[in-house]
Structure formats: C-alpha cells, structure tokens
C-alpha cells in the first residue's frame, strides 16, 4: 500500500460534502486514481468528483462558492457618511436626490435607493411632517445676530419681570388633523365651505403668573370701492391687527402688569416690568414712546427667533385644545377661543421659559433652531 493510500479515508457513505472531501478527490485524480477507485474510498459521486477536479483545474479552488443569504454589496464608511451627511443637511431630499449628491462623489458607484433607506433607517432617521421656515431664518449672519443677543440680554431675562407678547390667528373652518374610520374608509370631517372672519388673538404671557391678558380682534372688510374694470362695488380685503390696535391692548394691559402682593419682586423698588416682542411693523414706530411713557422698559426678541418665545409655546397648545371644541360658526369661535386659554397655566408657562432658556446654548454654538 502507498503512502497515499494509507492517509486516506476509509469508505463511507456520503452525507455531506466536505471541505476534506473536495481535497482528497483532487490529490487522489492528480495521483494518478481512477474514478471508480475515488468514488470507493470517497464516496463521492463520480460526477461529483469530475466537476470538482473540473473546478480545481479551471478556477483554481477547490472549497466551494458561499450558496444562499446575502448577496449584496458591502459599502465603506465612506459612503455611509456620504448618505448620512447629504440628508442631514437639507431634510428636504428625497431618496434620488441623496443618491445624486453622493454620485457626484462617488461616479462608479451602483447605490440602489432601498440601500440608501436601509442606510439611512439604521441612522436614527425617519420621514415626518415638515417645519416650513424661511429662508434667512438660518443663515449665517441670522446665527450670529441670535448669539449677540443671547450674550447681551440673556441674564436680564427673568421669570418674574419678563412679559412676553405676540400675536396669532384663529379661523372657524380649522378642524382636528386626526380622527377614526373603519379600516378601509376615509375618516373625513366636514368644515364650511366658506374661508370666515379671521380672529386674531393678542396676548400677554407671565412665566410666573401665566396668561395675563388676551384680546379677539376680528378683521372684516372696511372700505368700499369701485372696479374700474367692472364698474362693480367691492370691498377691501380683511384688515388684521395693525399699529393702533396693538397700542390699545398694551394700554389696556399696563394696568395688569404690577406683580402679586406675594411675589419676592414686588418687595423691590427697583422692579419694573419688561416687555418682549418681536420685530413686527406693528411692533415698531411710535409704540416705544408709548411704552416709555408708560414707566415700562421693553426688548425685541432677535430676528428669526420665535423658539425663544415663549407664548409661541403656549400658541401651539392653545390651538390644540381649540381644535377639540371644532366650532363652526363665527360666534361659536370666541367662545372656543376663551374656553381653550383656560388650559393655559402658570405652570406651563413656567415650563415654556425654562425651555426657551435651555435653547442659550445652542444659540451660543451657532446652532440651528
């Protein structure tokens, strides 16, 4: 008996083909065995052993290819970060447009769009409603404008002397954005059909004390004219909240602003309230004389910078509550507006200050907002 034969397997019966099995019918062939002596000592099929000494001789391998799982391509960091990054800076994009950005830096790249959403899912992202912002509400000198203001008025901001004002619209034809059907059907909810009477709401926010005050002003047409293309009357369009009508609430609210008997500020001489708004045109003008004359100090909040508001906080859970009540006639909108301001509490409001306080330092950082 050869050397070979003596290393070599007794026969069996073949269950699986293993690795050792393809390299022993590869030294066995090249050792000068017959296929009927492969297939005894092996138990290898004699075809089976043909394509694997076929293999070894024309691909140089004898284990055989990986079957099943898998078969997609393994991309570098690189790429990943490519993706990543593409969509973090404009959360606008869409699959194809992340794809086109990281093409451009990649050329002979093959990125399939579910890969990219496999990607990008794995990353913590997820689609969602999108925040409309304007376009300067970012930019680099608006960062900047932000931080000087964060440096020069943060420290006299104060939950007890800061009064925050600001104004916003509410409509009779706004509903629920979500409600239930049976599986299958719309869930639809009716509004009339017609726009209404806008009612704009001015108010005055305490952190300490809550909502101080609110007005409803209702904006109807004013003025009649005459087309001169139709020779037919029309009347102008509805008027909003303009500078007189802002001088008026703030006159009504300056009676309000002295602070509780029990409040630690009243006890100081010193104290004297301070108003904060933003850069309206209706805030600007002759509105700081009126407030001057008044006693009052006030502060215009940075340009492009309603999270630092903190009545835009209280705006936002008004409308929700006002939403619940679903009035639909103009009467029964006052009456939703007045009923959803009760839910508005000091605690709250304390809690909006204290955000809008903790978004310093992000605004320090020159972070977006």
């Known amino acids: 008996m050869s050397s070979l034969e003596q290393h070599l397997p007794s026969p069996r019966k073949r269950k699986h ?6 390299f022993t019918v590869v030294c066995l062939r090249e050792h000068g065995a017959s296929w009927k002596k492969i297939t005894l000592t092996t138990g290898v099929a004699r075809s089976t052993a043909q394509h694997i000494v076929e293999v070894h001789h024309t691909e140089g391998r004898i284990a055989k290819k990986h079957k099943g799982g898998a078969h997609h391509i393994v991309y570098s960091d690189e790429v990943r970060a490519a993706v990543v990054s593409a969509q973090e800076k404009d959360a606008v994009l869409r699959l194809q447009d992340v794809r086109s950005a990281v093409l451009q830096q990649h050329t002979t790249l093959h990125l399939p769009l579910q890969t990219i959403s496999r990607m990008l899912i794995k990353e913590g992202f997820t689609t969602k409603q999108l925040q409309q912002y ?7 000198a608006t960062k900047q404008k932000r931080k000087e203001w964060v440096e020069q008025h943060a420290a006299s901001l104060t939950a007890d002397n800061t009064i925050f004002i600001d104004e916003t619209p509410f409509s009779f034809n706004i509903m629920r954005r979500r409600g239930r059907s049976r599986k299958g059907e719309k869930a639809v909810g009716v509004v009339p059909a017609i726009k209404g009477k806008n009612h704009t709401v001015i108010a005055a926010l305490s952190p300490t004390r809550g909502l101080l005050h609110y007005e409803i002003h209702v904006t109807v047409p004013t003025d009649e004219f005459i087309n001169k293309k139709s020779n037919k009357t029309k009347k102008t369009g ?10 008026t609430f703030l006159i009504n609210l300056f009676p309000l602003l002295s602070p509780p008997s029990s ?21 600007t003008g002759d509105i700081d004389e009126t407030i001057f004359q008044a006693g009052y100090q006030q502060l215009r909040l940075a340009p492009w ?24 006639t103009e009467a029964a909108v006052d009456e939703a507006i007045k009923e959803s ?3 508005i509490t000091p605690t709250d409001c304390l809690h909006y200050f204290n955000h809008t306080q903790s978004l310093y330092a992000r605004v320090l950082d020159l972070e977006d907002l």
Not at 238 to 247: A, L, S, T, Y
């Open 17 to 22: 083909i293993e690795h050792s099995d393809e």
């Open 134 to 140: 304007a376009n300067d509400r970012s930019t680099p």
């Open 238 to 247: 509805p008027k909003g909240v303009d500078r007189e009508r802002f001088r």
């Open 263 to 283: 409040s630690s500020a009243s006890s100081s001489p010193s104290f004297t309230p301070l108003l904060l708004f933003d850069n309206a045109r209706i805030h």
């Open 305 to 328: 910078s309603p999270e630092l508001n903190p009545i835009e906080y209280a705006f936002s859970k008004w409308k929700m509550v006002y939403r619940t009540f679903y009035p639909s």
């Open 341 to 343: 301001a009760k839910t």
